[in-house]
T-cell receptor
Framework: SQTIHQWPATLVQPVGSPLSLECTVEGTSNPNLYWYRQAAGRGLQLLFYSVGIGQISSEVPQNLSASRPQDRQFILSSKKLLLSDSGFYLC??????????????FGQGTRLTVV | KNQVEQSPQSLIILEGKNCTLQCNYTVSPFSNLRWYKQDTGRGPVSLTIMTFSENTKSNGRYTATLDADTKQSSLHITASQLSDSASYICVVSATSGTYKYIFGTGTRLKVLA
């Protein structure tokens, strides 16, 4: 069965420190992978998506970057965190072959607090 | 601009009561609309999915409706339970090569005993 692992679950980091959030998918190949962020009281905002190894598209210019070193691994990074980077980060995957009923599967999320 | 708006932002109801959540969208080209339930600090879990041709779909005590002409959807919860307390997010999928999901801001529902 397909599963998605995202860690850590919670993270408190000082301003200016680096960030690395990891997402790993199991039980599927060639998935489309996504990073979303949910600020307090806001909806989920698409940050990055990837359709293959080394292929990253950014939806919103920001302090963050993403990488896909392996087919099933998607990493969200920052060199220097800002206070505004605080939020709830979700990783998601969608099968490569999609139709109008295709489901998106979400990780459990990472609660990041920048202090 | 593709947007999904939900109302109300928050709602408090007593256990056993019914409620209806609203979703308006301006997403084009439209692929499908989903309602997700998101418990605090967890990932969203899909409740229903509706395509352009579907008007209503039920999942237990949850019933979603879709009016593709007016671009509106609603989620009706019947006989609410304490476990229904969560955020309910309307998500519209746009057919733009990678099936981008546009998320609404959600309605935070609290069910009181």
């Amino acid at each position: 069965s397909q599963t998605i692992h995202q860690w850590p679950a919670t993270l408190v980091q000082p301003v200016g420190s680096p960030l690395s959030l990891e997402c790993t998918v199991e039980g599927t190949s060639n998935p489309n992978l996504y990073w979303y962020r949910q600020a307090a009281g806001r909806g989920l905002q698409l940050l990055f998506y990837s359709v293959g190894i080394g292929q990253i598209s950014s939806e919103v210019p920001q302090n963050l970057s993403a990488s896909r070193p392996q087919d099933r691994q998607f990493i969200l990074s920052s060199k220097k965190l800002l206070l505004s980077d605080s939020g709830f980060y979700l990783c998601a995957w969608i099968p490569r072959l999609q139709d109008e009923n295709t489901e998106a599967f979400f990780g459990q999320g990472t609660r990041l607090t920048v202090v | 601009k593709n947007q999904v708006e939900q109302s109300p932002q928050s709602l408090i109801i007593l256990e056993g009561k019914n409620c209806t959540l609203q979703c308006n969208y301006t997403v084009s080209p439209f692929s499908n609309l989903r309602w997700y339930k998101q418990d605090t600090g967890r990932g969203p879990v899909s409740l229903t999915i509706m395509t352009f041709s579907e008007n209503t779909k039920s999942n237990g005590r949850y019933t979603a409706t879709l009016d593709a002409d007016t671009k509106q959807s609603s989620l009706h919860i019947t006989a609410s339970q304490l476990s229904d307390s969560a955020s309910y997010i309307c998500v519209v999928s746009a057919t733009s090569g990678t099936y981008k999901y546009i998320f609404g801001t959600g309605t935070r529902l609290k069910v009181l005993a």
